[in-house]
């Protein structure tokens, strides 16, 4: 049986879908369009391999209901005998395999399960013990994948993981896509979108009301931008003189 899915991927994500590598990494900029792959991916991999579990992590319970749900619920919807539990965020698969929405708020209660594949969404706003200590562990006994996605928000696991990743290409797959990457090489009416989107906020940082740094960060994936709101040791300090 043949099963048609909603989804036309952007050109980068070929990289992602063709990977056999356990650990990737996916630094992109907003809007890229990376949540629907990543769903997509763990989706189409649970519908080849019968009984099994994949998992999609968010930051919080909350966000991964409100972000990826609805996407999940549409791109399961035309596969024959699917079966939605609203309450566990999961989607039962007419094979027996499953495709779960969780969230990194609660870490521990991830223990003890099986997963053959998860993928991180904005992990650098998730626990830095949340893969190593528990779902490398859920893993491993079918030596699942996972996929680390999400757009910079400073020097934090995230972009530790990136720069591990850069220097292991043998073992890691890397992603990185900004603004200008984007429009120059995808096509239709998101793009068309977004390239307005783009110069909008250029206009928002020239008056004032973005900052250049969060314009960086969001549309060309800069890590080195300090997260909004945070004090550092020179400011403190000038702060108690």
């Known amino acids: ?106 870490p521990d209660s991830l223990r003890g399960v099986a997963l053959w594949g998860a993928g991180f969404d904005e992990y650098s706003m998730q626990p830095s013990n949340i893969f190593s200590e528990i779902i490398s562990k859920a893993l491993a006994d079918h030596l699942g994948y996972a996929i680390f996605f999400g757009t910079p928000k400073g020097k934090n696991e995230f972009w530790r993981l990136y720069e591990i990743a850069k220097r292991n290409p043998d073992e890691w797959v890397v992603i990185h896509r900004t603004i200008d990457d984007s429009l120059r090489d995808e096509t239709g009416e998101t793009i068309d979108n977004l390239r307005v989107a783009l110069e909008d906020d250029r206009k928002l940082v020239a008056e004032g009301a973005m900052s250049e740094g969060e314009f960086a960060q969001e549309w060309f994936c800069e890590f080195n931008v300090p997260v909004k709101g945070a004090v550092f040791k020179a400011e403190w300090q000038r702060l108690k003189e």
């Open 1 to 106: 049986m043949v099963v048609e899915i909603n989804y036309l991927p952007r050109r980068w994500a070929k990289a992602l879908h063709d990977s056999k590598a356990r650990w990737m990494v996916l630094v992109l900029h907003r809007r890229a369009g990376k949540t629907t792959a990543v769903l997509n991916h763990l989706q189409r991999d649970a519908l080849r391999v019968p009984g099994s579990v994949y998992a999609y992590i968010g930051p919080t319970y909350k966000q991964s209901k409100f972000v990826a749900w609805d996407i999940v619920k549409n791109i399961s919807r035309p596969v024959p005998g699917v079966q939605y539990n609203e309450a566990e965020l999961a989607v039962r698969y007419p094979n027996g395999s499953k495709l779960v929405l969780v969230g990194s708020d609660s």
